[in-house]
């Protein structure tokens, strides 16, 4: 007989903490071979190691080595009500040098598992094979999606390109989306997130400021640019202070001027780096404009030239109402000291997971990975080279994602 939860679903915080030691397993060979970017086969071919056996179709494209998993139910108890759930674990490393001392640390020189994308990997496969083992009462279609190249990398927009998640049902991509990301900052197993914008959009800006280079002593006979990318760092920070609502914000930085080559020398040019974060596309698109006339009107002003670009990087992340009302009661289902918490206000990191959300109603949430005893707001944070995680909360991760996929497929967004 099927163990049953309070809330009359399936028991998949026992199931969670069966599929823990694999996990756990799983997660440390990863971790210990680490691969940045959309080429991660390595990974790709442990995962798919781990999977071996079960009842799943697999599909691949040719733009990453990402992964894609369907579970079709086999209706004995279940039935097939029609419906298809997508779980999304990425799986790639920053490029950092590991200094976390642990006996399973990274291997490879400059890589590291320093955002957890190990453990997402090891939890959505623990998920797959505790969903497989329960397969006949499961009553409708679920998507594990495996995404090389989240950071930084558009891995999921590659896959959506590549059609990986078109047809899974017949004409059609899978009707909701979720995805886990943990944090060591967060308490220890509460589950995280908002309805709304959770995570901003994320450009990268790019100016340069054409003069006339000459000698540092005789300013007058050149056009220096070096005062003038500095004004216009100025003035952006006033655009963004004087000109976008507290109520749907934007953060702009420039985080590198380059310029000159010795001392008693004007530069003829001098570029400016940095980013645009936004939570709605109308900021954004807003911006962007507002980014290029302040370069090219202020350079001008000075009788230089400014050119400005914007690499569109990752849109918001904007998690449905609905779909987090769902989360919020799978979470609440499979209980804890902090079941629940919701920020009150988005981050303005960003995540390609946005993609997937675009194009599919869903929701990200966080899962708190605080070592036990430890202070979370000390710990080291994501994409520190000391970050590491409490191992046994994935099987908290595992079993949410399997909490999600039973409860959208019975019932909807309902």
Known sequence: MELMDRDGGTDW????????????????AIHADPEIGLDCRRTTAKIKAALEGLPLEYREGRSTSGLVAILRPSNPSGG?????????????????????????ASQVPGAMHACGHDAH?????GAARALCARRESLPGTIVFMFQPGEEGYHGARFMLEDGLLDDVLPGRRPDAAFALHIWP???????????????????????????????????????????????????????????????????????????????????????LLGTLRTLSETTRTRMQEAFRRVVEHVAAAHGMTGEARVDEGYPVTMNDPRAMDLVRRCAASLGGEDPW?????????????????????????????????????????LHNTRMTIDEEMMAKGVALHCAFAERFLGSGFD
């Open 13 to 28: 915080a026992a199931a969670g903490e069966a599929e823990l030691d694999g996990v756990v397993a799983l997660r440390r």
């Open 80 to 104: 097939d009500n029609g419906r298809a759930v997508l779980l999304r674990g990425d799986m790639d490393a920053l490029p950092m040098q590991e200094e976390t001392g642990l006996p399973f």
């Open 121 to 125: 990997s090891a939890m959505l496969v």
């Open 185 to 271: 900052n967060m308490p220890r197993g509460a589950v995280v997130s908002r309805p709304g914008p959770l995570l901003a959009s994320a450009d990268t800006l790019t100016a340069t400021i054409t003069g006339k280079g000459g000698h540092a002593a005789m300013p007058h006979e050149s056009l220096d640019p070096v005062p003038v990318a500095c004004e216009i760092v100025g003035a952006l920070q006033t655009l963004i202070a004087r000109t976008v609502p507290v109520t749907d914000p934007a953060v702009l930085s420039i985080t590198k001027i380059s310029a000159g080559t010795a001392h008693n020398i004007i530069p003829s040019s001098a570029e």
């Open 341 to 381: 918490m919701e920020l009150p206000a988005p981050i303005m990191g960003a995540e390609d997971f946005s993609y997937v959300l675009r194009e599919i109603p869903g929701a990200m949430a966080f899962l708190g990975v605080a070592p036990e005893g430890s202070d979370p707001e000390a710990n080291p944070p």
